[in-house]
């Protein structure tokens, strides 16, 4: 299931009483309001401004069920603290045994809810700010691709090309087996072509891809020459084409170069 399926999945949820539990939690390391675990007091409060609040309102029946939101959302966050990133997006509920837990790299802001459906606004505008999308950075010897939503890879492929044979092959992994320099060296005009029909074949794959996995755009990162090729190959334009040699840097530092600089 792609987020944007489960989206339209929490904005149906639907229950007859308050029964939600909606937690935005702001986990960043590097936001100096939330440095040395501040995250953990900010849940706590949180959770416990909605205990108050329901405790006053003496709905013993709702009150229980909130608790028992609230102890589970705790202790799977608490479980999970060495999968934190930059925040937490998680909905709860008793009903139909609604649970649904993102621990996501883009920008969170804390926010706690007790209502009668899945608070999603901010969920919908972080999908917006961050689409699932494909990253691709081509280069002479391979064509790496990043499967990514909400700042995060879920998958990374590397299409690898034998000059030798003329033929490539697909590894998964999030290691280049190319080596540092993947600059496009001079060739001839058979090297020349068939490094054409290579980008031509990666390229379709990707375009047949990209409704199978929810990719709402597509980014190229790669030296000019091979970027602009690529780009080429596309039957539409991609969203995004920059000129940088990324092929061997970290994903963290390729989808920022995309989604926030």
């Known amino acids: 299931m792609t987020l944007y399926e489960k989206l339209q999945e929490l904005k149906d949820f639907r229950c007859d009483d308050r029964c939600v539990l909606t937690v935005y939690l702001n986990t960043d390391p590097a936001d100096r309001d939330h440095q040395n675990g501040a995250w953990k007091i900010e849940l706590k409060s949180g959770l416990k401004r909605l205990d108050q609040y329901l405790a006053a309102s003496k709905d013993d029946k709702e009150l229980k069920a909130f608790k028992k939101m609230k102890e589970r959302v705790l202790k799977e966050i608490e479980d999970h603290q060495s999968d934190l990133h930059k925040g ?68 990374e492929v590397y299409y690898e090309f034998d000059h030798g044979i003329d033929v490539w092959h697909e590894r998964k992994g999030n290691t280049s087996t190319s ?83």
């Open 88 to 155: 937490v997006i998680l909905f709860a509920s008793p009903h139909e045994n609604l649970w649904s837990v993102h621990y996501v790299q883009v920008p969170v802001e804390s926010e706690f809810y007790w209502e009668d459906r899945p608070m999603t606004e901010q969920f919908e505008k972080l999908l917006k700010a961050y689409p699932s999308s494909a990253v691709v950075l081509p280069s002479y010897a391979e064509i790496r691709l990043l499967d990514t939503e909400l700042g995060t890879v879920r998958e």
């Open 179 to 261: 080596g540092s320099n993947n600059r496009l060296p001079e060739l001839d005009a058979r090297m020349r072509e068939n490094l054409n029909r290579f980008y031509k074949e990666i390229a379709s794959k990707v375009e047949d891809m990209k409704n199978g996995r929810g990719w709402k755009e597509i980014h190229i990162i790669g030296e000019t020459e091979s970027a602009n090729t690529f780009a080429e190959s596309l039957r539409g334009k991609p969203d995004s084409t920059k000129y940088k040699n990324l092929n061997n840097a970290v994903a963290k530092k390729v989808l920022f170069e995309v989604f926030d600089n």
